[in-house]
């Protein structure tokens, strides 16, 4: 039996355009402002002023208020704003202490609502704040002084939910504005869609997710419980839960004892009670039975081109987002969409308008979206702006003109009216009244519905003249959610929820009478019409279906300007309390030097691997340009001793590192007895890390070089016997990586590749080291993926000076040769997707198998020489999620040897069975 680590853990980085913190990703000519009190530091850049003292205002109100405290505590924060990132989302971490927003909204007003972008976020972020502030006692504050911020953010995460931590700072935005996502449909309509289809998953597949079914997130889990809570045992049983929880009282399980506790029911009666409370407001019965099981996938914006060719924009768990054509024929794929922040695109004349991301190279919290137009016929694509922040495009009737919303510096948006053929910017139109605009739609060639926002929230729907930018209102100001608008037969069509739930109505531009024309109790999205036909996206369990019908000038319910202004919630929102109404408090801004706080050391911990303990105290600045590492470390074989500093600063172009380390009593044994030494060392080097990501693929390249200072001093009994000796090298790396997004269900890119290379050289005797590693990923069958491996390692005869990298054919024992190569082949599948759990503790989420091939081949010292190992087997995997959050991969390996290696029990026909480690369990 052996034990080894997976071969195939490659660092693709697959995650999607949504990053949560960004090492050195502004450019160092940024300068930046502070508004600083005992409460908050907000840190921000010119254009974001109104903003940050907006932000700061919320937060000292939501500070002082106590409707539904968790505590007294408070800790002072320190919050980055940043406004060159088109990404909406925002974070509060430990280790350090610090939080980010992300100041540029997303487009879709149905997602997030009508309450300003950064208003949401002060409220749903210092929600977290309060939450951190007050879950630092008891056994969470032993957790805290062993080690530090970590160790204080692992106690949080065993015994507080991740879905009470989202969940309850979702209540908060809801309770403390007249907005907020638990008022939302669309938020709502995941739960509301199991309910009413009677999917009844179990509590860990719901904690968890699913590879193949629709589960809806742990916000919206969390808000419905969070909400109950509140509703049924009061403003203070939440505080009272989290005391006990974050104390670790009765040690385990303590959350679900402590609901119990200040409950009176266990924890299971306590969720199904809130669940079936929340059925009997939909109207559901409790016995509805399941609806035949479909594949998930999602329709957005269908729109017909002819009577019988309808255009939408698909995403499905097992293939990536692509635009789809349906005919008499069936469905045909036409293009795979760029990857992009929006699901919004227009179509007119046969042409295609939707944004695309990209991000600066270096800079990466600089980032962009621009306008794509393709060609519906052929597929063909041009780029017809660069480096903007657009949004929303439309195409005129004629296709020869676009107007989209522009967001500017200030965070102010604008409309501008674009040549089709090249971008040109042919009309600008600021924003009017403090308007925040967006779906912007063309009526003809000169007139143009928008969507207007006022600061207080209200919501209305517009009609802009061009050519004399002369306004009209359609659809009067309200409290209500309002987008995703299409023009028809002299008719806008739009979504709102003012009857509780996102339904489809239409206004005429000339009468301005307002009908609904769908009731249902999960939302209904993106309509179009073409002559008397209307479809639409209608959310369900197993995601946004198509919906058609016939329509005219007078269907629907007539809705009178009265009842518009009336408010209806599906569900109600526990302890509100509106905290944005009154002035701003006036408050007091000077610079902030990216110097300030360098050094801010937060987390100190343990790690062993052997043979090897290491004690480390961690350092990073609020900024997150500067990290530091002070090392304590001790090596069992050799019973010596450490200390060293390793630093890196990313404020530069090249993100330089530097480190030094001093071991002493190292202790190695020679054949005449045992060599005691001291050992320095000194690292410098640099790196430059480059994100090309747009278009259709992820694209990342890093280069970089390093210089080691070694000097080895004996000591003891041999001092006289050995010289001291100093070694120096030279360490250079590059690395590639160029790959298709994924979907759920794909276990590897449908179509990529990576590679990595390093050379080390020394300095200062005969020495060095040449290793190169690529995987490329090609397509197969459904989710199956081929991943071809080659390996290359090539070194002088003195190789004991650098460690061994080369990743030998499976099932033999690591051997080191002067050169040796592998080419590999893999074919991955999946098996199952059980979606089964025990006890809230592991839950298994697919079970993949891969079937593969090492060829390897060694040489001598003098390369005259060679060897071949050869291999097949097969392995398993379990892709699992353990205390319903970590993820972690683990599996087995049987491989069967078709050479003889170099130990006896490496032999041909032998078959060795290994356990795969985890290779994911730290999350960085």
Known sequence: MKMKGAILALCLGMCSIALAQNFGGFPPSTRWKQINTDTARIIYTKGAEAEAERIATLIHRQAADKTFSLGNKLRKINVVLQSRTT???????????????????????????????????????????????????????????????????????????DWFFEGDAVHAETAYTEQGRGRLPLFLSGYNSLWLEGKNYSWMKLRNGSMKDYVPDHYQLGYLLANYGYLKYGPEFWGKVTQDASAFKGLFYPFQRAVKKYSGVDYKTFRNDAFQ????????????????????????????ISKDSLLYFKTAYNKIPAFYIRDSKGEHRLNQRNISQEDWFSYRKGKLAYTSYSTNPRWTLTDHSDIILMNVNTGAEKRITRKAKYYTPDLSPSGEKIIAVHINDSLQTELQVLKASDGTVLQNIPSVNEYYYSNPRFVDENRVVVTTRTPGSKIALQLLNLADNSWEEIVPFSSHTLGQTFVANDRVYFISNAGANDDIYSVGLKDKKIYQLTNDRTGNYYPSVMGDSLVWSHFTAEGIRLRNEVVGSKTGSEISPLAWQEETLLYPVADTKDLLSGTNRRFGEKRYSQSTGLFRFHSWAPDYADPEFTFSLYSDNILNTFSNELFYRYNQDEDSHGLGWNIFYGGLFPVLSAGAEYTYNRHVDLSPGTLTLDQAEVRGGFSIPLDFTQGKTYKNFNIGSDFVFNRLMPTGLFKDSFLSKNNSYLRHFLSWSHYLPKAVQQIYPKLGWTTGIQYRDLLTDKGYQLYANSFVFLPSFGNHSIVLNGSFQQTDTNNLVFSNHFPGARGYDDYYFSRMWKLAGNYHFPILYPDFGLASIVFIQRLRGNIFYDMARVYSNSKTKSADLRSVGGELYFDTKWWNQLPVSFGFRVSHLLDDGFYPRDKKGNNWFEFILPVNLLQH
């Not at 509060?92 to 997030?112: I, M």
């Not at 949401?120 to 504050?141: I, M, P, T």
């Open 87 to 161: 990404l909406a989302n925002g974070y509060v971490g430990l280790a350090p202490f610090r939080s980010e927003y992300y100041l540029v909204p997303a487009s879709n007003n149905l997602e997030f609502g009508n309450l300003p972008w950064h208003e949401n976020l002060a409220l749903h972020e210092y929600r977290h704040v309060q939450q951190y502030s007050n879950f630092n006692h008891g056994l969470s504050k032993g957790f805290y002084y062993l080690f530090g911020e970590q160790g204080l953010a692992l106690a949080n995460a065993l015994s507080i939910p």
């Open 277 to 304: 409370y929340y059925r009997e407001k939909l109207g559901v019965n409790k016995d509805t039975r399941a609806s035949t099981h479909t594949r998930v996938a999602n329709y957005y914006f269908p729109q017909y």
